[in-house]
């Protein structure tokens, strides 16, 4: 496989993911800068592994279920050396500026949707937060999930269906 051909795939692979990678990303997270953070380095372990793929000549059967993977991995790791978090007050004492208050208003109501949304979510065991947010956000199949979990599809089934239904019981409360 020559360098540039791999460069080209890489591309492509990026253009068709990256978006998706990161709303994963952001879900878990709840942070823009570092679901972007966690994006770039899903990205950069890819390509490292590409370019090393020459030499171990493994080849990548489903891209998609391997940046999930890598990414999840990513997740998994930023979560154990979770640092807390900047309060708003803060941020403004930075200068970090809202704008108009028109605006200031519309994205509060658009982030707070979003973010209600998010919370109803974290609320879920992380067994069924991952693979509802791989399903219906990221629009993964049973089993592309069941590639990246390491589960059988059935089990991922399974673990939908019951996180559907404890989803439902808390937007109900």
């Not at 803060?90 to 208050?101: A, Q, R, S, Y």
Request: hydrophobic letters at 35%; one cysteine or more; proline letters at 2%.
């Amino acid at each position: 496989m020559d360098p540039e051909n791999t460069q080209r795939e890489f591309v492509a692979v990026y253009d068709e993911f990256s978006d998706a990678i990161f709303r994963y990303c952001y879900i878990q997270t709840s942070d823009r800068d570092i679901a972007r953070d966690l994006t770039q380095d899903t990205f950069m372990k890819a390509w490292e592994y590409l370019v090393n793929v020459e030499h171990t000549r493994k080849k990548i059967e489903y891209m998609k279920a391997f940046l999930y993977k890598i990414a999840t991995n990513l997740i998994i790791d930023y979560r154990r050396k979770k640092k807390p978090t900047v309060s708003l007050e803060t941020l403004m004492e930075e200068g970090f500026d809202v704008g108009t208050p028109e605006k200031a208003q519309e994205k509060h109501e658009i982030v707070f949707e979003g973010e209600e949304a998010i919370k109803t979510l974290s609320q879920l065991d992380e067994k069924y937060r991952d693979v509802l947010t791989m399903r219906y956000v990221d629009d993964l199949s049973i089993k592309e999930i069941a590639e990246i979990t390491g589960e059988t599809e059935n089990n991922v089934s399974v673990r939908i269906h019951r996180g559907l239904e404890k989803l439902r019981e808390l937007v109900a409360r």
